[in-house]
């Protein structure tokens, strides 16, 4: 069974800061993983898709790397402003002929101060 | 071009009553995913339906059932509500199939039993 941990919990740091947060997952045959974010009381955001055969995707500020072997993801924030603090959660979906669910962490709950 | 909707946002009801939900996927999309949110729990998936057919299936009792329509549409029941049923209950639409592509989240329904 396919368990995904998020390290750290929670995360708090002063504006500007670059960060890094944490996704490990058990089983290595994943098809994709997919990081989010979500804002109290609200729904997903998708931030970011990467493909088991990629090793990175950047969009903006944001840059999520996958080792698949090692079953670990990372999610880099550069600069990080106010407006970043949320929930951010990684998701793993399994092979493609193994069902299409997704299998979601805990989630690090991200707080930048200004 | 209009995210997912869900009705309703919030909902209150009481113990052994039962519950519908409502998921309208993005415009085009075929394919609708229901996920559950509850502090305790995390994410975890309850169905997937494509072009009106349930695909997959969650580990969730029977008292849980959905059914999408032929305009992709999908409903979420609940009967015999328990307080442990509490929860946010996400849905996911995408065009195709997944894992092929990424999945856009709603909003939610916050359903607190009492």
């Known amino acids: 069974k396919q368990e995904v941990t998020q390290i750290p919990a929670a995360l708090s740091v002063p504006e500007g800061e670059n960060l890094v947060l944490n996704c490990s997952f058990t089983d290595s045959a994943i098809y994709n993983l997919q990081w989010f974010r979500q804002d109290p009381g609200k729904g997903l955001t998708s931030l970011l898709l990467i493909q088991s055969s990629q090793r990175e995707q950047t969009s903006g500020r944001l840059n999520a790397s996958l080792d698949k072997s090692s079953g670990r993801s990372t999610l880099y924030i550069a600069a990080s402003q106010p407006g970043d603090s949320a929930t951010y959660l990684c998701a793993v979906r399994r092979g493609k002929t193994s069902g299409s669910r997704l299998t979601f962490g805990e989630g690090t709950q991200l707080t930048v101060n200004p | 071009k209009a995210g997912v909707t869900q009705t309703p946002r919030y909902l209150i009801k009481t113990r052994g009553q039962q519950v519908t939900l409502s998921c309208s996927p993005i415009?085009?999309?075929?394919?609708v995913s229901w996920y559950q949110q509850t502090p305790g729990q995390g994410l975890q998936f309850l169905f997937e339906?494509?072009?009106?057919?349930?695909?997959n299936k969650g580990n969730f009792p029977g008292r849980f059932s959905g059914r999408q329509f032929s305009n992709s549409r999908s409903e979420m029941n609940v009967s015999t509500l328990e307080l442990g049923d509490s929860a946010l209950y996400l849905c996911a639409s995408s065009r195709l199939a997944p894992p092929q592509e990424t999945q856009y989240f709603g909003p939610g329904t916050r359903l607190l039993v009492l």
């Open positions: 339906y494509f072009s009106e057919t349930q695909r």
């Open positions: 415009s085009g999309h075929r394919s």
